[in-house]
């Protein structure tokens, strides 16, 4: 408790960390999910129910076969491995860490957003058409009379991976200095025996929990469209 | 009569019934409806009537035919240009209003078009639908009666050249009854806005309109003027509709 209170540098390099990975991830996954989630909610194709049934089960995703994926796929051997490409994160680095977050956030928010979408009075869109909305203003307006239901798709990603450890573990390796974020040094400071410590990591990251959640619920009395 | 604004020419609309079939709820072989007028369509439910109007506000394109609105063709393969998309707009049986306040609903087409500070026409359209005192109150709080009000203002403030009503009064109390039909007449005859109504009232129909048509199963029975069409039909089926003798 005395370095969470001294500002302890190390402590605080794995809140920013955390923060980095988990922030980095939550924003690629609602630039994904967002969209995703608006077009299956607003539109009708073959194959929808399919899609559907894909996305809900993406939603219930266990994080650690999540992180074993992409381990896989990312290791010297596997399939996106060998194939060296500049933009493709490597394993044990914050790149592939933020992949593996992201791949368990985007069905949360993509899932939830369509459920909200889906749930605006179905009368609207027609009405909000015959006032002369195009297609796109159509969509910003319907997400944001659905935003209640929008910014809890994103709180839910973000609690889905700012308290995930196994993926991260997984990819990441918990490597000081590099790959170490606030779950995997409580689990690291647990099985030395540093309860006190682990406890005090516990606070920390349930305290940003709350605190980024005080921020998004913020966003919910706000308009977004044109 | 004057230029007709719309011209309808050999309109169809098509839609797939969950059996997989195909079932055609609209056949117009030839309709005009002309600047500056009051057409009421008629008819029991399921006659087409508000699938006319949606083809009339271009919000999906007829099956076969081609609807033409102010000189520019509306078909299967041509859409309208949203320029002139936006001189009409409607009014439906059940306002669905934004989660926001009575101005915001009343300025969001005005929005649309980049025109979201237009405040004297706000302020107007409130006040000519008798809103103006509860502009800042949250439209989900509106009684029904109030709400509506508050869809024709959001549209009206948009200055249409044609108006579409889709059963505005249908539920309503007749003080509001009164309020709306006077904004419709006032509406075209100040600003001379072609004005569609579809209304199962007769009586309605009569108070308002200059021309009245028939919808049957999809097809336009008998298009007449006021008096002609109530006095002295042609179709022996408009006579039983307006009578009140027709079962459907």
């Not at chain 2, 109150?137 to 959001?154: D, K, P, T, V």
Request: glycine share 10%; net charge positive.
């Amino acid at each position: 408790m005395q370095r969470i209170l001294a500002g302890d540098a190390t402590l605080i390099e794995t809140v920013v960390l955390s923060l980095q990975v988990s922030g980095t991830a939550l924003l690629l996954s609602t630039l994904i999910g967002i969209p995703l989630g608006a077009f299956m909610g607003l539109t009708r194709f073959p194959g929808r129910r399919l899609m559907t049934a894909l996305l809900y089960t993406g939603m219930g995703f266990p994080p650690v076969v999540v992180g074993l994926f992409v381990y896989l796929l990312l290791s010297r051997s596997g399939p996106l491995g060998q194939l060296n490409w500049p933009f493709l994160p490597a394993l044990f680095t914050p790149g592939a860490m933020i992949l593996a977050q992201t791949i368990i956030a985007f069905p949360l928010v993509a899932g939830f957003t369509m459920a909200a979408v889906m749930g605006v009075d179905p009368h609207l869109r027609q009405q909000i058409q015959a006032l002369g909305a195009t297609p796109w203003q159509s969509t910003l307006t319907l997400l944001s009379e659905a935003r209640v239901g929008v910014v809890v798709s994103v709180i839910a990603g973000f609690g889905g991976i700012i308290s995930e450890v196994g993926a991260v573990m997984l990819v990441g390796g918990n490597i000081e200095h590099k790959t170490r974020v606030l779950t995997t040094a409580i689990v690291l400071e647990t099985r030395k025996g540093n309860f006190g410590l682990a406890i005090a990591l516990g606070l920390v990251l349930l305290s940003l929990a709350f605190l980024t959640n005080l921020a998004m619920l913020q966003l919910q009395g706000r308009t977004f469209d044109p | 009569m004057s230029q007709p604004v719309y011209r309808l020419q050999g309109v169809t609309k098509v839609y797939p019934t969950p059996s997989g079939q195909e079932r055609c709820v609209l056949q117009v072989e030839d309709l005009r409806i002309f600047r500056s007028e009051i057409l009421a369509l008629v008819g029991p439910s399921g006659a087409g009537k508000s699938t006319l109007l949606r083809l009339l506000n271009f919000l999906e394109p007829p099956t076969q035919g081609t609807i033409h609105f102010l000189g520019q063709p509306f078909s299967p393969d041509r859409e309208m240009p949203l320029a002139l998309r936006r001189r009409v707009t409607t009014v439906f049986q059940r306002p669905a209003l934004l989660n926001r306040s009575v101005w915001e609903n009343v300025r969001y087409g005005l929005r649309l078009r980049g025109e979201g500070n237009a405040r004297e026409r706000i302020q107007a359209a409130l006040e000519l639908v008798g809103l103006r005192e509860l502009a800042d109150q949250s439209a989900r709080q509106l009684s029904g009666g109030e709400a509506q009000r508050a869809a024709l203002a959001r549209a009206l403030v948009l200055e249409p050249d044609v108006l579409l009503l889709d059963e505005p009064t249908a539920n309503l109390d007749p003080y509001n009854v009164g309020l709306i039909e006077d904004v419709v007449r006032r509406t075209n005859q100040e600003r001379g806005a072609t004005v569609v109504l579809v209304t199962h009232n007769v009586f309605q129909a009569r108070r308002l309109a200059h021309r009245v048509a028939l919808l049957l199963e999809g097809r336009i029975i008998e298009v007449a003027g006021v008096e002609d069409f109530f006095e002295r039909p042609c179709d022996p089926r408009t006579g039983a509709f307006v009578r009140g003798e027709m079962i459907y």
